[in-house]
């Protein structure tokens, strides 16, 4: 094996390690009162944590009338609760405002995850 192919070898490895090591988490953005994310209370919160798309990107929840937290950067300014964001690395990735139902909230997040190649096999 050349030089050239072991630091390609090693440049891979890293950059994979790298890719895989990113922090990807789900922001609600809900407030008290609101009854849509009370809705997303009661159907989908507990098994949340249980399924795939929840151990890719656990929760992560925020109160709207507080300031963002400092490690998160948003694309624009959170309007609705509840508002469901996909961060990876603090970095908006994409965005789900309002709750649609249990049936459409999974596909809908699935498909954010594909988008953004975040891999919910396990």
């Known amino acids: 094996m050349s030089f050239r192919s072991f630091l390609f ?8 390690a790298l890719s895989a090591a990113a922090e990807t988490q789900l922001v609600m953005v809900e407030e008290q009162g609101c009854i849509w994310c009370a809705r ?3 159907e989908i919160s507990h098994i949340y944590p249980k399924t795939d798309a929840g151990k890719a990107a656990p929760l992560r929840r925020f109160d709207i009338h507080t300031a963002a937290p ?3 950067k948003f694309e ?3 309007v609705f609760t509840p508002t469901f964001v996909l961060m ?3 970095q908006e990735v994409s965005r789900l405002e309002g709750y649609p139902g249990e049936d459409f909230f ?3 997040l699935e498909k954010m995850l594909a ?3 975040i891999d919910i096999t396990g």
């Open 106 to 108: 999974w596909g809908i």
């Open 40 to 42: 997303w209370n009661d």
């Open 70 to 72: 400092d490690d998160l």
């Open 115 to 117: 988008d953004a190649r």
């Open 76 to 78: 624009r300014k959170l």
């Open 88 to 90: 990876v690395d603090g």
């Open 9 to 16: 070898g090693i440049l891979l490895f890293v950059t994979s």
